[in-house]
């Protein structure tokens, strides 16, 4: 008598499949309140995304004073500073114009002028430089690590702001003569 298959399925062979469906997602650990990889990687981009606009807010905070204390590197800093509030304002989970400049608190004496970081900026304009370079070099530094951790966009848009970052420090420190 040749092989023929049923029509259609029987009752205990859908119950059966019906129970069998449910034991297998039980044994697998399959449960409603279980954490996704997605769910835990929000929570991380935030805060990683909060701390990296921290970070800029004192960079750009840096930039302020330091231009603060030696008006004549005011158009020096100006593009790297604008750059630094876009990078500021990319990294944000809420979408904001970037911050101005803060209004000149040293009147433009050259006088050390504290940063907001509570580093106070050096009194002359190629230190003054430098040591924004090396802040803008350090926190490219700490972008670049903060990579290996970050998920797929946030690692993408922390890898293009640690690399103008380096720029940036590049650019502070290349021309020294153009502190005057």
């Not at 650990?29 to 921290?54: F, H, N, Q, Y």
């Not at 807010?57 to 030696?70: F, K, Q, S, V």
């Not at 040591?131 to 966009?153: V, Y």
């Amino acid at each position: 008598m040749p092989w023929t298959l049923p029509s259609r399925p029987s009752r205990r062979s859908l119950l059966a499949g019906t129970a069998g469906a449910a034991g297998a997602a039980l044994l697998t650990g399959c449960s409603v309140g279980r954490a996704t990889d997605a769910a835990l990687t929000i929570p991380l981009e935030r805060r990683m995304r909060e701390s990296a606009v921290r970070d800029s807010t004192r960079l750009l905070e840096r930039y302020d004073a330091t231009a603060a204390a030696h008006p004549a590197l005011s158009a020096r800093l100006a593009p790297l500073r604008a750059a630094v509030a876009a990078h500021t304002a990319a990294l944000s989970l809420t979408p904001s114009a970037p911050p101005s400049p803060s209004p000149s608190r040293s009147g433009g004496t050259g006088a050390a002028a504290p940063a907001a970081s509570g580093e106070p900026v050096p009194p002359a304009p190629a230190e003054a430089l430098t040591a924004l370079a090396d802040a803008e070099r350090s926190l490219s530094e700490s972008r670049t690590i903060d990579l290996a951790g970050a998920p797929g966009e946030l690692a993408r848009l922390l890898a293009s702001v640690a690399a103008c970052g380096a720029v940036h420090a590049y650019l502070l420190t290349s021309n020294p003569g153009a502190t005057s």
